[in-house]
Each structure stands twice: as structure tokens, then as C-alpha cells.
């Protein structure tokens, strides 16, 4: 049960290795999408994308820099300071504006906004085009439709946490997701994220998530919604 009055989150220290992005810096969303196509190019999601990897990872890189960009507004962006590794939150319940939209269309004046920075980042992960086979039926299935709203001032869906390989037994995915689950748990917030694969689904069980149902959006791609309840006293699970 989630509080129907949740107070606001303290200041929570966050991990040397760790910080937040910054909504208007095209640099922070640039390598954000970077290490999170790296980390997701091989994954299931491949059936969704034509192409081989190199190709598959510039779809990516298009879709996780939008995200990226439109949740540093809306929800929390983290990124590890080696770069090795990001997780980006959205609000459980879905804004008025919507998800993010794969258009760049950078002013060429102006002061530097966050519509700029994800613009900017955009072109420069070599987005030329709107269009980009499989960008659209990515969006669809990472976006959370089926997510309920819950009671907390924190954002509450974990849309995406990915580590670089060379990276990923290193403890930074864990060290990602540690710091906004502090937020959740001093709002008693229930966060929700999807698991792609038996890597994802391990990751989000040692952290404390609970199975909740599973979709498969497309042949070969199945994918398993977890909710994590809050946890007052601390963090539980494994290290990872």
C-alpha cells in the first residue's frame, strides 16, 4: 500500500560513481543513449529492429536519446561517471505531453532548452531522418501503458538500466538503480520496469522486484512486467 499523501523526498546522497543528467546538455544525453544501445543492441529487443548490429545500434541510440532527453524533464536520468552505464525513470502515470517524439528540428538562435539538448544529441548520433525501421514499434512497447499511477513524488518506471559489457559485473546497474530506490522508499512508492531477458529479470529480482505478468509484443520477444515494493528500512537483494 502506497501513502495518499507521500512526503516529499529527502535529499538523498547519491554514489560517488554515480549522478544525475542535466535536462539541457545534449553531452549527458548523447552518452546516455550510447551506453544504453550498447548494452541493449544484442538483447531481445533485436527483433524489433531490421538490420544487423551496427544498424540496430543507431535505432537505438535515436531512441534512447529521446527518452533520455524528455525524461530529464518529466522523470530521473542517471549516468554512471565512467560512462559505463545510465538508467532512465519515467512518471508511472503518463504526462500530459506524451512520449517522446523522434523529430529534430533545432532552431538555429535561441537560448539552450532541453527540447535543444535532445535536438542536438539527435544529429548527432546521426539522426538525418525521422524515420528509422523499427523506432516506432520500439517506443510502443518500452513505453508504460500499463502501468498504474501510484502515490509518489517520484517518477516510478524504470523504462531502461543498462552497463556497458565490459562493465556490467562491475556493480553499476545496481549502483543505478540504488539511488532513485532510496526515493521511492522514503515516498513508499511501488517501482514497476520490464525485463527483457533472463540478465534484466536477475537484475531486477536481487534488487527486490516481483514478478507481475508477462506480454509478448512480437514473435521471440517476450517480456516480463515487475513491480518492487517499497522498502522503509533499506535496500534487500544481492550485490550485482
Do not use: K
Not at 107 to 119: C, S, V
Not at 132 to 139: F, N, S, V, W, Y
Not at 192 to 219: E, F, K, M, S
Amino acid at each position: 500500500m502506497t501513502s495518499a499523501h507521500p512526503r516529499t523526498p529527502p535529499e538523498v546522497p547519491q554514489p560517488a560513481g554515480v549522478r544525475r543528467a542535466a535536462a539541457a546538455d545534449a553531452t549527458d544525453i548523447t552518452a546516455v543513449a550510447d551506453v544504453l544501445a550498447t548494452a541493449f543492441a544484442d538483447t531481445p529487443l533485436r527483433v524489433l529492429l531490421a538490420g544487423n548490429r551496427i544498424a540496430r545500434n543507431a535505432v537505438l541510440r535515436r531512441a534512447f536519446a529521446g527518452l533520455a532527453g524528455w525524461a530529464c524533464v518529466h522523470g530521473a536520468v542517471y549516468l554512471h561517471a565512467t560512462g559505463a552505464g545510465a538508467a532512465i525513470w519515467l512518471p508511472a502515470q503518463q504526462p500530459p505531453s506524451g512520449p517522446p517524439q523522434y523529430h529534430p528540428h533545432r532552431a538555429p538562435d535561441g537560448p539552450d532548452t532541453a527540447d535543444d539538448a535532445i535536438d542536438t544529441a539527435l544529429l548527432e548520433l546521426g539522426a538525418a531522418t525521422a524515420d528509422a525501421p523499427g523506432l516506432d514499434t520500439l517506443a510502443s512497447v518500452l513505453y508504460p501503458s500499463a502501468v498504474l499511477p501510484e502515490a509518489t513524488a517520484a517518477p516510478a518506471y524504470l523504462i531502461a538500466v543498462g552497463a556497458d559489457p565490459d562493465a556490467q559485473r562491475e556493480g553499476v546497474a545496481r549502483q543505478l538503480l540504488d539511488v532513485h530506490h532510496q526515493y521511492l522508499d522514503a515516498t513508499l512508492g511501488t517501482a514497476h520496469a520490464l525485463a527483457i531477458d533472463p540478465v534484466g529479470r536477475r537484475l531486477l529480482t536481487a534488487t527486490g522486484y516481483q514478478p507481475h505478468r508477462v506480454d509478448q509484443p512480437a514473435a521471440g520477444l517476450a517480456v516480463q512486467w515487475m513491480r518492487r515494493p517499497p522498502h522503509p528500512g533499506g535496500q534487500d537483494g544481492a550485490a550485482w
